[in-house]
């Protein structure tokens, strides 16, 4: 069995496979959005999608049938190798020497379960689905100004990401996507960017400036610009990280659902 590469994004059947896998299918609808309909995507099936694969920076992401997604697993290490080949990292970079493919982005318990009786799981960072709608969206505007991240506070941005997003990720970002800043004294104190996915993340504020609400004021922020833009606002918070779940709950999110980001152990040859 093959994956055939996905060339119709407007296709009936593609648009009711993403409202069936709702809200998992958030991340493929806003990679979609921040690309321009221009992404790797392979079905199983076009007419028919049980399984899709994106395929991007070192990693895949799987949304449909973990069933499926066994089926084709020969087909997926096969990609991971190749991203590997290729010399294509994920924009988190992995552990020195870490031999293990595939890495899954956002993997849905039931896929990260099924795929994990087939291949040992190495690794898992576990989060929770965050989701906006309009009507529960409670606004904070309380704070300073919110501006731009500026060329020259890149490197900043990149040094305190929790997951090593590497600088030219950052700046990719921020030229093409709406984000937010606040400074205090001319000096920046909080952000927040758009992902490639369309989540809203990489939320930080500098130590100096803690305890003024600076996170929730960009958070909010972007959370608006998302919905004048007319896109889905979502985010992903790491379990266990009260803060930022306060912060975004505040606002009127809600979580939506469980994944986890895994890597598996490589098949023996």
């Known amino acids: 069995m093959t994956l055939r590469k996905l060339e119709r994004f407007d296709a009936p059947a593609f648009g009711r496979f993403l409202e069936e896998n709702r809200p998992f299918s ?12 221009v992404e790797r995507l392979w079905v199983d099936d076009e007419e028919s999608p049980s399984l899709l694969v994106h395929r991007t920076m070192g990693r895949l992401g799987l949304l449909g049938s973990p069933e499926a997604a066994v089926e084709h697993l020969g087909n997926l290490e096969k990609m991971a190798a190749e991203m590997d080949a290729a ?4 924009r988190h970079l992995p552990p020195e ?8 982005n956002a993997a849905p318990p039931e896929m990260r379960d099924t795929l994990a009786r087939e291949r040992s799981l190495v ?8 989701t906006l709608s309009e009507e529960e969206f409670t ?3 309380e704070g300073p100004p919110v501006g731009r991240i500026r060329e020259d506070e890149i490197p900043i941005v990149s040094k305190f990401a929790d997951y090593g997003e590497i600088e030219s990720y950052v700046s990719e970002r921020i030229a ?3 984000h937010a800043a606040v400074r205090v004294g001319g000096e920046l104190a909080a952000y927040m960017i758009v992902h ?18 600076l996170g929730r004021r960009v958070a909010s922020a972007l959370a608006r610009i998302q919905l004048e833009r007319g896109r889905p606002v979502y985010c992903y918070i790491v379990d266990g990280n009260a803060p930022s779940a306060r912060v975004f709950t505040s606002l009127g999110f809600r979580r939506a659902a469980d994944v ?8 023996a040859d």
């Open 139 to 141: 606004p904070f505007e």
């Open 176 to 178: 093409r996507a709406p």
């Open 97 to 104: 020497g870490e031999n293990c493919v595939p890495r899954l």
């Open 260 to 267: 986890s980001w895994v890597v598996y152990e490589r098949r």
């Open 26 to 37: 958030l991340r493929i609808e806003g990679t979609l959005a921040e690309s321009g309909g």
């Open 123 to 130: 690794r898992e960072n576990g989060c929770g689905l965050f």
């Open 196 to 213: 490639d996915n369309g989540s809203i993340g990489m939320l930080h504020t500098l130590e100096k400036f803690r305890n003024r609400k």
């Open 87 to 90: 010399g294509e990292k994920p």
